[in-house]
Structures are given as structure tokens and as C-alpha cells.
């Protein structure tokens, strides 16, 4: 699905699955990814970002290399706002604040990486948008974009990304609501979600501006918490009244 489209840029849906990694010297996998994203591979197109395999949302590719160069700077230089939905476990206290944390890679396991004071520089900002039994739903915006940054940030303040098997495991067993125990033992994909994405081309002055819905996985996780919720609040008893007298015939 295309979000956007100018003479210079298209914002395109990742869906949660589809691996944008590549190999060196693979000169056919960029053409490979721009066709699973629903783009004419033939096109001179050229991937600006990537995302993890689970992460769905906002892609942004380039059409030619002067567009690419322009993206690639505006992302370097850190002026390209990004803005991610997530639900974790978990309630974070506070309910926003920032994680300020060094990334390095994990030498113990160099599919993850870890928080360690000689890595670099990573900068997550979340907000809490609603709590639900035993999970919260989140919009993140991460400053820096080092990688797995928002999961690692998250499972460091003990609240991993639901789906996120590498860094938090299942927790739905905990989970004591029936149905959203259900629900949430899957199979859940990651449920992170790159949701918004704006910046001004500085070649032509256009405001680029992109919004993607959450998935239909996020809306069944909620939902079924939201009706864990109402549930929750229909059996819980009634403190501090006393029953009413029983008036007799």
C-alpha cells in the first residue's frame, strides 16, 4: 500500500514479516524488497530506511539518487520525525519519560543488543496513550534510530514489546483474563509500528507527512483487553456502601 507519492518520494506499508535485510554483494535483494513492498522494481527506487522483519509502517523510498541523497542526510541529521504506536507489557511508571540508554551489540548474541555505557548514543521517548489488563498501549518517538532501539529501551524498563520474542519471551501465561490470555498467546506478531513520518524536502520546500493506521493485530490485542477491562470493572464489588435494608411484605 502506497501512503504518499511525489515526483521525489513514496512512503510505502511494511507489513510485520517482511525482511528488508541484505547481504553484500546481493545486488538483486534492494529489487526484491521494493517488489514484496508493491513497487516497480525496474524503477530507479532506492530504499532510504529499513525496519526490523516483525516492525510494520512508513518505509520511505527515493525515486534517483539526488532524492536519496537529500533523505539519507535528513535522517542523519536526526530533522526527520518519526512517531511509533506499541504495546507492551506492563504498565511503565512514569507513564512518559525518556530512555537515554548507549546501544551495543550483544557479543554473547549478535542478533540482540544491549544497553552498555561504551555504546552509542540512543534516545527513546514514550508516552503512555491508555492502560489495560496487564498491558499498556504506547506512542514512542525515538530520537536516534540505532538498531532495535525501541525494543531494547522498553524491555530495559522491564515493559517488552508484546511479540517481541527476543527480548521479552510470553508473558500471556500470567495473564489471567480467559480471553485476552487467548488472544495474546498467539500467534502475536511484534506489535510495534512505525505510525507517522514528516519532514520538509529542502530541494523543493514540499512538507512530506505520512500516516499508517495500526494493524488488525494491534485492534484485536486491544480490543480483547478492553473487554477484559469492562469485565473487570462489572465483577468488581462495590466498597464502602452497605447493602440495602430487604424490605419485607
Same mark, same amino acid.
Given at each position: ?19 528488508m ?16 513492498? @508493491? ?9 532510504? #530506511? ?17 532524492? #536519496? ?11 526527520v ?26 557479543? !554473547? ?8 555505557p ?17 498491558? !499498556?498501549? &504506547? ?5 536516534? @534510530? ?10 530495559? &524498563?522491564g ?9 521479552g ?17 498467539g500467534?502475536?506478531?511484534? &506489535?510495534? #509500528? ?11 520546500? !514540499?512538507e ?34 452497605r ?7
Amino acid at each position: 500500500m502506497i501512503h504518499f507519492s511525489n515526483e521525489r518520494f513514496i512512503a510505502v506499508e511494511k507489513p510485520s514479516g517482511l525482511s528488508m535485510a541484505t547481504r553484500p554483494g546481493d545486488r538483486s535483494a534492494p529489487g526484491r524488497i521494493l517488489a514484496a513492498l @508493491g513497487l516497480d522494481p525496474e524503477e530507479d527506487l532506492r530504499l532510504v #530506511h529499513r525496519l526490523d522483519v516483525g516492525t510494520s509502517g512508513i518505509v520511505l523510498v527515493a525515486r534517483g539518487p539526488a532524492a #536519496h541523497r537529500t533523505a539519507t542526510a535528513l535522517f542523519s541529521e536526526r530533522t526527520v520525525r518519526k512517531v511509533y504506536r506499541a504495546i507492551v507489557w506492563g504498565h511503565p511508571v512514569p507513564a512518559r519519560g525518556v530512555a537515554n540508554r548507549p546501544l551495543a551489540v550483544d557479543r !554473547a548474541d549478535r542478533r540482540r543488543m544491549r544497553e552498555a555505557p561504551d555504546g552509542k548514543r540512543a534516545v527513546t521517548r514514550w508516552e503512555t496513550l491508555e492502560r489495560l489488563p496487564s498491558i !499498556a498501549h &504506547l506512542e514512542l518517538l525515538p530520537e536516534t @534510530g540505532r538498531t532495535h532501539q525501541i525494543r531494547v529501551h522498553m524491555a530495559g &524498563l522491564g515493559h517488552p514489546i508484546v511479540g517481541d520474542d527476543l527480548y521479552g519471551g510470553p508473558r500471556w501465561r500470567g495473564v489471567r483474563d480467559p480471553g485476552l490470555r487467548r488472544v495474546l498467546a498467539g500467534p502475536v506478531p511484534l &506489535l510495534l #509500528h512505525a505510525a507517522a513520518l514528516s519532514f520538509r524536502d529542502p530541494e523543493t520546500g !514540499a512538507e512530506v507527512d505520512v500516516r499508517s493506521p495500526e494493524p488488525d493485530a494491534f485492534r484485536d490485542v486491544l480490543a480483547a483487553a478492553g473487554r477484559a477491562r469492562d469485565a473487570r470493572k462489572t465483577a468488581r464489588p462495590r466498597v464502602g456502601r452497605r447493602p440495602a435494608p430487604l424490605r419485607l411484605p
